[in-house]
């Protein structure tokens, strides 16, 4: 099969490079292959069954058109401030242009005319005053909500607007290999079970978003592709009361604070707040299961969820941050017989286990069901673990009560987006005709930062037809 552009990945990196690349008038022949299904096609049975299944060969929660973010809570960050190290390669006031660009094509496709964050200047002066206090950094961002449910009919849209302008997608099938001959991308090579094929290409961009890091930076390594090992972020994911999270949901919808707390000082940071969601189970190919959080629209749940993560980066002599971070993945997972722990943040602070009729009996009752209670200490490193602590004690000035004892932890929450592909400013890297693109190219974080990213991608292949 022979095409203009091929894309791995239809996620937003990905779909956005495509759709933008049409709606300029390209005449070229775009392909996306997606190993996962299309979007109508997607569905995780635990709404049914009320636990995990561990679906094979993938889960429909983190695979399939659009990627992890169909079935997230769907905010777009309208801030360059959030959302990863794109501004730092193409420049801060291009990035902002390309995310106010962006914005309006999901309103076009039926995103939320409201605009969370804004509007609350003297509420948000008091929380900043706190954060100050607390030795925290409060990032102002706007937050568009989609809600998990929207934003799987929002991407719908855009799936059949890509069919209908002529864009081949590609289900069911996963890339295995890029076709690289004298320092030049040719196309990529595809397997379906037993069937491969070959898509030969003049231009392949690769988007194929957190769940596609690691794959990634294999194929890095084996190609001579130039990239540097980079951060990976290790944490857990809170659970409280809405009543604790009453003024910051209701002034910022999502609280985006960043600290260095003692002793280490390390990055750690707040992420994906869902007021009044629920916290989600995803699994990767390798049986890892990891927490997440969802928020939706119309449904919701006694408590607010919100990720804080530990940033850690390796370089001599190990360079391997994604594989340490599926580690401790893998030992919590054990630790849980396959299953997220949960635990108290009074008895972690105690030195003891969480028992089930503890949580039973608490004020926070979790929204993962099938959550097992432990001791998330036991797998959890050493330094992230006080890392967390520290932050979760700074964050009790801002937010009083949210280090409550019965606060709940999840874990493992991991972001595998560590390996940082080296581009120019015009997305090229240092083979000919290869493009990578979101956060599997380490330069973005999040929906609207990697749906941007492939705004831009899609106007520098017109530009070079």
């Not at 099969?1 to 937003?12: E, L, T």
């Not at 109508?40 to 973010?69: D, L, M, N, W």
Request: charged share 25%.
């Amino acid at each position: 099969m022979n095409k203009d552009v091929v894309i791995i990945g239809a996620g937003p990196a990905g779909i956005f490079t495509a759709l933008e690349m049409i709606r300029n008038g390209s005449h070229s022949q775009i392909a996306i292959v997606e190993k996962g299904q299309p979007i109508e096609k997607r569905r995780c049975p635990k709404s049914q069954t009320g636990y995990c299944v561990s679906c094979r060969p993938y889960c429909h929660i983190t695979t399939g058109f659009s990627g992890a973010g169909a079935f997230s809570d769907g905010k777009l960050s309208l801030s360059c401030e959030v959302g990863g190290s794109f501004p730092d390669l193409v420049g801060r006031d291009k990035a902002q242009a390309l995310i106010d660009y962006t914005d309006k094509i999901y309103l076009e496709f039926g995103a939320d005319t409201h605009v969370e964050g804004v509007g609350n200047e003297k509420d948000v002066r008091e929380i900043r005053k706190r954060a100050i206090q607390a030795g925290l950094k409060l990032v102002d961002c706007p937050i568009r909500h989609l809600g998990t449910e929207r934003a799987q009919s929002l991407y719908a849209s855009i799936q059949h607007y890509l069919e209908e302008h002529g864009v081949e997608l590609i289900f069911g099938w996963e890339c295995e290999d890029l076709i690289i001959e004298n320092e030049t991308c040719l196309g990529v090579s595809l397997r379906r079970g037993s069937e491969t094929q070959e898509i030969r290409a003049r231009h392949t961009v690769v988007a194929t978003g957190r769940r596609g890091a690691d794959w990634l930076e294999r194929l890095c390594a084996e190609h001579n592709i130039a990239h540097q090992p980079g951060t990976v972020d290790i944490g857990v994911r809170v659970e409280c009361r809405n009543e604790v999270m009453e003024e910051v949901n209701r002034v910022l919808y999502e609280s985006k604070l960043i600290g260095y707390p003692k002793p280490f000082k390390n990055r750690v940071r707040t992420f994906c707040q869902n007021p009044g969601g629920f916290v989600s189970q995803e699994n990767y190919d390798n049986d890892l299961a990891v927490v997440n959080g969802h928020s939706y629209k119309d449904k919701k749940s006694e408590n607010t969820n919100v990720s804080i993560l530990c940033s850690h980066n390796f370089s001599v002599p190990f360079n391997q941050p994604i594989a340490y971070a599926q580690k401790v993945g893998e030992l919590t997972n054990m630790l849980g017989n396959g299953h997220i722990l949960v635990q108290r943040f009074g008895d972690i602070l105690d030195g003891k286990r969480t028992w089930e009729q503890e949580l039973a009996r608490s004020n926070v009752r979790p929204t993962l069901p099938d959550a097992v209670a432990g001791d998330i200490t036991a797998a959890m490193p050493y330094r992230a673990m006080i890392n967390i602590i520290n932050f979760i004690q700074a964050m009790d000035i801002v937010v009083p009560g949210f280090a409550a004892p019965e606060t709940l932890l999840y874990s493992p929450e991991l972001k595998f987006y560590s390996n940082r592909v080296r581009m120019d400013e015009n997305l090229h890297t240092s083979v000919e005709g290869l493009h990578c693109l979101g956060d599997s190219s380490g330069w973005t974080r999040g929906l609207m930062m990697a749906s941007a990213m492939g705004v831009m991608m899609g106007r520098t292949l017109v530009e070079n037809e």
